[in-house]
């Protein structure tokens, strides 16, 4: 049997413990570890084994990832969440879906906190979904404004999701984070232009509320995240102007968030250990597939299935573009079946380096892949956050909440469209940094 069919029969049966659920990362090192088995024997995969894990991610960078993810989950604990929609309520509760588009704005700056659209998606449904609720806002159109507008933290710094990508794709991540700041705003502006035209079109959905509130009052509840802001534009700023690296700029992060909880008075022993432990597992969980994907991606250059599959592609004859659009579809339809992670790590290692061999910038692919990761996690039957919102708020229905979400899909595609057409809007500050 020839190395090339291996790779293959491995790569088939590392999808199908993928898609019945096996943990992702033991699936990797197990399928790479039979594969270098049949290839080079035991004792070659088991060294093998030890070197490519250890060496895979035992870098200084990757601490990165604890401490935004730690970031999050102080944010978490400090409220933050609850003062940003606080904040949109009352500058946007008195207009025809005010909370919806209170809730998008919110989950856009939430976002600039804590990079885990899960996380955004329970914070805002046990918060802003019940307002909506309150106000007879139709109830798809609650949640899935809940759930889509979550993904604008896998897209606005810092975002884990883009970090991942940096590592698998072997890119600068100070410049894949930045690079998420005008694709995150611009998709922000997009949905609430969406709802402003369907609400117009069909008001019944969203009710004037009648909700209104002073100019005092609505300066006053900007006091609750000026802190915030000034740790975000910190984090962000020190990245952009190479005051921090992304390592330094997380750590300054959690311990903002963590000033501003203490300041607030929200942490606890309790409450300060849980995100200790949380961040722990997340991070735990990242790093054991990092390793597993290292380990699996030596095995696909082995097999030979990493070039031919770049030799096939880039004989085809169709433009890099054309490539980028075709490899957009395929992440689409995985993200229907598989989570965000087992989707980011099962297809970069094989499709970065392609891009590469066809001149792709790896930052705006970088762009283009975090959004169709985010959009795989509203779709169906596998959408992430729809069933996140659904844990947290049983009693909605779960197809209210896909039904509700669809409805973004439109703007989703809007805002892919103008990414793919016009690459400077993810690509002008990175190349504007200072390097």
Same mark, same amino acid.
């Given at each position: 049997?020839?190395?090339?069919?291996?790779?293959?029969?491995?790569?088939?049966?590392?999808?199908?413990? %993928?898609?019945? @659920?096996?943990?992702?990362? !033991?699936?990797?090192?197990?399928?790479?570890?039979?594969g270098?088995?049949?290839?080079?024997? !035991?004792?070659?995969?088991?060294?093998?084994?030890?070197?490519?894990?250890?060496?895979?991610?035992?870098?200084?960078?990757?601490t990165?990832?604890?401490?935004?993810?730690?970031?999050?989950?102080?944010?978490?604990?400090?409220?933050? &969440?609850?003062?940003?929609?606080?904040?949109?309520?009352a500058?946007?509760?008195?207009?025809?879906?005010?909370?919806?588009m209170?809730?998008?704005?919110?989950?856009?700056?939430?976002?600039?906190?804590?990079?885990?659209?899960?996380?955004a998606?329970?914070?805002?449904g046990?918060m802003?979904?019940?307002?909506?609720?309150?106000? @007879?806002?139709?109830?798809s159109l609650?949640?899935?404004t809940?759930?889509?507008?979550?993904?604008?933290?896998?897209?606005?710094?810092?975002?884990?999701?883009?970090?991942?990508?940096?590592?698998?794709?072997?890119?600068? %991540?100070?410049?894949?984070?930045?690079?998420?700041?005008?694709?995150?705003a611009?998709?922000?502006a997009?949905?609430?232009?969406?709802?402003?035209?369907?609400?117009r079109?069909?008001?019944?959905?969203?009710?004037i509320?009648?909700v209104?509130?002073?100019?005092?009052?609505?300066?006053?509840s900007?006091r &609750?995240?000026?802190?915030?802001?000034?740790?975000?534009?910190?984090?962000?700023g020190?990245?952009?102007?190479?005051?921090f690296?992304?390592?330094?700029?997380?750590?300054?992060?959690?311990a903002?968030?963590?000033?501003?909880?203490?300041?607030?008075?929200?942490?606890?022993?309790?409450?300060?250990?849980e995100?200790?432990?949380?961040?722990?597992?997340?991070?735990?969980? %990242? !790093?054991? %597939?990092?390793?597993?994907?290292?380990?699996?991606?030596? !095995?696909?250059?082995?097999?030979?299935?990493?070039?031919?599959?770049?030799?096939?592609?880039?004989?085809?004859?169709?433009?890099?573009?054309?490539?980028?659009?075709?490899?957009?579809?395929?992440?689409?339809?995985?993200?229907?079946?598989?989570?965000?992670f087992?989707?980011?790590?099962?297809?970069?290692p094989?499709?970065?380096?392609i891009?590469?061999?066809?001149?792709v910038?790896?930052?705006?692919?970088?762009v283009l892949?975090?959004?169709?990761?985010?959009?795989?996690?509203?779709?169906?039957?596998?959408?992430?956050?729809?069933?996140m919102?659904?844990?947290?708020?049983?009693?909605?229905?779960?197809?209210?909440?896909?039904?509700?979400?669809?409805?973004?899909?439109?703007?989703?595609a809007?805002?892919?469209?103008?990414?793919?057409?016009?690459p400077q809007?993810?690509?002008?500050?990175?190349?504007?940094?200072?390097?």
């Amino acid at each position: 049997m020839s190395a090339l069919t291996i790779g293959i029969i491995m790569v088939v049966v590392l999808v199908a413990l %993928i898609v019945l @659920k096996f943990p992702i990362g !033991f699936s990797f090192l197990i399928v790479g570890f039979w594969g270098y088995v049949a290839l080079r024997g !035991f004792d070659s995969a088991f060294a093998l084994l030890a070197s490519k894990v250890f060496s895979g991610t035992a870098h200084y960078l990757f601490t990165v990832v604890p401490l935004f993810i730690l970031m999050g989950e102080f944010a978490l604990v400090a409220g933050i &969440g609850e003062g940003l929609f606080r904040a949109g309520r009352a500058w946007l509760g008195n207009i025809r879906g005010g909370l919806a588009m209170a809730t998008t704005m919110a989950n856009a700056a939430f976002g600039a906190a804590c990079g885990m659209p899960t996380a955004a998606t329970a914070v805002f449904g046990r918060m802003a979904l019940p307002e909506m609720l309150k106000a @007879k806002t139709d109830r798809s159109l609650a949640a899935g404004t809940v759930a889509a507008t979550a993904g604008l933290s896998a897209v606005i710094p810092p975002s884990v999701i883009a970090i991942i990508y940096g590592f698998l794709a072997i890119a600068p %991540i100070h410049k894949i984070l930045i690079a998420g700041l005008l694709p995150g705003a611009v998709s922000t502006a997009v949905i609430l232009g969406m709802l402003a035209i369907r609400l117009r079109i069909n008001p019944s959905l969203a009710p004037i509320t009648g909700v209104t509130a002073t100019w005092r009052e609505k300066f006053r509840s900007l006091r &609750g995240i000026w802190a915030m802001l000034t740790v975000i534009i910190l984090v962000i700023g020190g990245i952009y102007t190479g005051m921090f690296s992304p390592t330094e700029a997380g750590a300054v992060g959690a311990a903002g968030m963590l000033i501003i909880g203490l300041a607030l008075r929200k942490f606890n022993r309790t409450k300060l250990r849980e995100a200790l432990l949380m961040t722990a597992r997340d991070t735990s969980v %990242i !790093f054991i %597939i990092m390793g597993g994907i290292v380990f699996f991606s030596g !095995f696909l250059s082995v097999s030979g299935i990493s070039g031919a599959m770049t030799n096939y592609i880039l004989g085809l004859t169709v433009s890099p573009t054309q490539v980028v659009i075709i490899t957009m579809f395929i992440l689409l339809g995985l993200g229907c079946i598989l989570d965000p992670f087992s989707c980011l790590f099962l297809t970069i290692p094989l499709l970065s380096p392609i891009m590469k061999q066809l001149g792709v910038d790896q930052i705006w692919y970088g762009v283009l892949v975090v959004k169709m990761i985010t959009i795989g996690m509203i779709t169906p039957p596998v959408g992430v956050n729809c069933y996140m919102l659904k844990v947290v708020c049983p009693e909605l229905d779960l197809w209210e909440i896909f039904r509700g979400a669809t409805w973004f899909l439109t703007a989703e595609a809007v805002i892919m469209t103008l990414l793919v057409a016009f690459p400077q809007i993810s690509l002008l500050l990175p190349n504007l940094m200072y390097r």
